[in-house]
């Protein structure tokens, strides 16, 4: 059963402009998929529709297994945002409590859980984000990067299988960027969550993301893993996206300087494996590295 | 200075105030509120605007933000005072022409003034003290413990939060404007600050419209959900009793020990 069942969904605003046509997106229970696309692509339509937010014109939505809708044995709203949790690009939209601790235990208080487990759901949930100091903090007194790891655990509490973050290092530095990265990154391996993220940040995603869904106009234009996805440099270039900056680099390398890279390293481990095998050995300084952990890109 | 008016970051201090029940505070302050407004003199109004404002100065609180919070109601209260002296009572003072038209003093409405005036001020600087001494969160526990209506703590709750968003977009806004020579003349200022009311009215609905959103996502019913408080201590309870009788006390000197 799949975690995530999106078939031949359609959706147009009110406005007449047409979001999303006829598009199939599929996510395996475990797998971190990544929406790809630049602004007006449809990924937050998509989100959108994913979360209940909006209802889909055509087509159908089913989340592990069970569709949204307002058919007989769909699933209810209640239902639905238990199995998904969305967190907002921007968090002011999502913190509206006055402190950390009140604002993660909204969702779980809405589920009548008692109070021992409503504080155990919130003191996991910011554990999780390494944000367990803040629990007393007011949200105003936060840090942008505090407020999204916050709002990250206002929706880990609520304990969903499906995770859905709408660009979630949109406005962060490198190291909150990395950091946000690798609490997803934990929170897909380590307890198995499904993680669905909707970005148009290239540089991250072969590190982390399974399969790579690229949306333009609202149409997927390719599916796949990151290799595969950024070898059709035509569809990336008419997504209006890029290939990630290291990759770009070796391809000039190949392109312009005949340089014999053997076909398109995507992080910087794979470019460094390959430049190494192309230096002479004498060349490179004995006892230094390799050792250089991809944390970042 | 927006942000000073409204800044809570006293209220995150370890003091002996700060660490008080936030129930016992408000009731205390309640207490006092009745007891200032009610008063027929002067005095215990201004006895307690003496006594908030030195405890104020004793929080190491800033004169200066202190002035920025009293700067709005001082200039009501002078208004205030000013009308009641030319508008009420019957025993002249001294008169003024002004621009053809002759404004008498008199000497009730001075004095009816000054009570009304000092009354606010008292009134003013409890509710100064509180939020210096009380997290807006907790003054709203607070009110939840005493069974105000949830529909209205959800609303304060929300109004409270998002001063601080909208007030930094309103900012921003207003910053966008004076780069681009929006307050450069008066009529320009004017038409600037206008339209950055409108944006940011627009900017609250479209705030409203996504907190609403992320609130149902996370299993919103139309009522917010609140975690349990727990029971006021014998301590709180002593407490609430001692500074209601201290002020029952005062209240009776000021208002009739001086008389007789």
Redesign the interface.
Known sequence: MRAVDVQGVSFTYDDGTEALSGIDFRVEKGEFVAVLGSNGSGKTTLIQLL?G?LKAKRGKIAIGGRQIGSMAGSLT??EL??RV??V?Q?P????????VE?DC???P???NLT?AE?QRRVTDALAAVTALPLRGR????LSFGEQKRVSLA??LA?RPAVLILDEPTAGLDPAGEAQMMQLLKKLNREERMTVILATHSVDMLPLFANRIYVLDRGRVLQEGPSEEIFCHQEMIIRAKLRLPYVSRLMYEMKRHDGVPIDGLPLTIGEARAQLLELIPKEMILPGIGPGIEEIRP | MMFDLFSDIFTYRDNALTRIDPRVKLLVAVAALVAVVTSARPILPLAVFVLCLGTVAALRVPAKLVALRLAAPLSTIAVLVVIQTFVTGTTPLFTLTFAGWTLTAKAEGLRLGLLLGARVLGALSIVLLLGIATPAHRIFQALRGFRISKDWVEIAILMYRYIFVLMDRAGDLAAAQRLRLGYTARGRALASFTTLAGATIVHSFEQAGRTHDAMRLRGYRGTMPFGPLPALGRRDRSLIALSVILIAAAYGFCEWGANG
């Open positions: 979360v937010l709203a209640e945002y238990q949790g969305l907002f921007n002011n939209d999502q913190l509206f409590a006055a402190t009140e235990a909204f969702g208080r809405n589920l109070e409503v007011a949200i105003h007194h206002g929706v609520m």
